[in-house]
């Protein structure tokens, strides 16, 4: 019967698994995985036990019960990697998991974003590497799988990238496999992944010298007031002797954090290099923890450039990539970043990045208009920063009183265009139009003129809407519906 839902009474299920493609046999992880994993646990278990169970129970027991503890975790991590297998079904990543809830999750390859090899400074030197798959719609990695050997995630990377690619179309999925249950690598691709010093494979964009990524993090906040921060806290251990044991540890824990920061950032970003080859984007970096991504150019939703208040005198910019799945990294930027596509550089480098990121767009070249006076109201310091602008193929913001920044966001990717309008800014006859990506950033254009705002957002409507019909054909102009006074030009 059309439209039944399930078997009528007295007839049998369908099989499931369904009728497909015939199953690889399903690979599990590397035997060093549990270890790899179990020395994560040590630090957590003895910081667990405290200092005062030392005391108590002495050395000797002490270090006994942190043995006991670390054995009874990795037998417990040598049978869930036991149990933890994978395999590629179809156009499907399956992995398979769990210690006494089995869990099987279906991975479609049509979500794919980006693929990720980290390598962690015990995973360079034991030779291995963890796979990091970023999907539409996650917050958060999705199945991770750690560790496999360098070989075998090169190859699973590549088949996992080229059943992406040919999502959709027609034709059987490739079943030939190698060694480790993966697909040997097209031609002309590397079997395994090379030194981290090495540029990645394809055409090679752009090198990031390090003394300018060390200078970049010195000229941040952090680091500048560093300094009187230790001043001041020596100061007062000077002044008062009688600081207790959690007042001394407090102030280190925060100075400790602050001087982490930059540190972080210039670990991640070391040995910075941007590539292009005929799959997308490549990018590899790291020092301790090296990281190989792959990014498909049609993934990128949005690329955003900021300006710190610092680098100004150096005309440096960071520039970045937004994908969706990809978890945002905090207001300030701090943290490690995985989706950066340019540490530090001048505008020149970020032009010549964006061109074969974003053909024909240039920073510098992108129209923009601020918004009305009136706007000063609202926003007296930043409202002559604000700026929006429409190109050929993108859409474009800016804002930042300290930091400046920009958003440029290309019609193809928008989700939703939104209108929103504050109590102040009713008043002011103003409105804010939204263009939503999808899990990435929204491009606002801030405290438009009523008008100008209605006819933006039916402007970014119908280009967006050109933008997906017909991708690969340039859009031709629309002409705005004439309002009832003429908005400013975009």
């Not at 299920?13 to 060093?32: I, T």
């Not at 974003?358 to 208009?369: F, K």
Request: glycine share 10%; proline share 11%.
């Amino acid at each position: 019967m059309p439209g039944q839902a399930y078997p009528l009474p007295g007839q049998p299920y369908p099989p499931y698994p369904p009728p497909g493609p015939v199953e690889e046999p399903r690979q599990r992880l590397h035997p060093l995985s549990p270890i790899l994993k179990g020395s994560r646990a040590l630090v957590v278990i003895i910081a667990g036990l405290s200092w005062q169970t030392l005391g108590r129970v002495g050395f000797g027991r002490f270090a006994l019960l942190v043995v006991l503890c670390l054995l009874g975790y990795l037998a417990v991590a040598v049978i869930s990697w036991y149990n933890t297998g994978y395999h590629v079904v179809g156009r499907e990543l399956r992995i398979h998991e769990g210690l006494l809830w089995r869990r099987t999750r279906a991975i479609p390859l049509e979500r794919l974003q980006a693929v990720e090899v980290v390598r962690p400074l015990l995973a360079q030197l034991t030779g291995l590497a963890e796979l990091r798959l970023e999907v539409v719609g996650g917050g958060q990695t999705e199945a991770p799988l750690a560790y496999l050997t360098v070989a075998d995630a090169a190859a699973l990377r590549a088949r996992l990238l080229a059943l992406a690619g040919r999502a959709g179309r027609a034709g059987p999925a490739p079943d030939a496999t190698a060694p480790g249950g993966t697909a040997p690598p097209p031609d002309g691709a590397p079997a395994g992944l090379p030194d981290p010093s090495a540029p990645p494979p394809g055409r090679l964009l752009h090198t990031v010298v390090n003394r300018d990524l060390l200078i970049s993090q010195l000229l941040t906040p952090q680091t500048m007031f560093l300094p009187f921060g230790v001043a001041f806290v020596i100061a007062q251990f000077a002044m008062d002797a009688t600081w207790s044991f959690v007042a001394v540890a407090s102030t280190l824990t925060a100075t400790a954090g602050v001087i982490l920061q930059p540190i972080r950032r210039v670990l991640s970003d070391w040995n910075f290099r941007l590539a292009r080859d005929e799959v997308g984007l490549r990018v590899r970096h790291g020092l301790t923890e090296t990281r190989s991504q792959t990014v498909p150019l049609h993934r990128i939703q949005a690329i955003g450039a900021t300006w710190p208040l610092l680098w100004r005198g150096k005309k440096w910019l960071r520039m970045r990539l937004h994908v969706a799945g990809y978890a945002a990294p905090d207001g300030q930027g701090g943290g490690t970043q995985s989706d950066q596509l340019l540490p530090v550089g001048v505008l020149s480098t970020a032009n010549h990045i964006l061109a074969d990121v974003l053909p024909g767009i240039a920073l510098d070249a992108l129209p923009m208009t601020p918004p009305p006076r009136r706007a000063r109201w609202l926003n007296p310091l930043v409202q002559p920063k604000l700026g929006a602008g429409l190109a050929d193929d993108v859409f474009n913001v800016r804002g930042g009183l300290l930091t400046r920044q920009m958003l440029v966001v290309p019609y193809a990717r928008m989700q939703s265009i939104r209108v929103v309008r504050g109590p102040l800014q009713r008043l002011l006859g103003l409105a804010t139009v939204y263009a939503d990506t999808a899990g990435g950033p929204s491009a606002a254009a801030k405290d438009r003129d009523v008008a100008e705002a209605w006819w933006l957002a039916a402007e970014l409507s119908d280009r967006a809407r050109a933008a997906r019909s017909t991708p690969a054909e340039p859009r031709p102009s629309a002409e705005p519906a004439a309002p009832a006074e003429p908005p400013p030009s975009i």
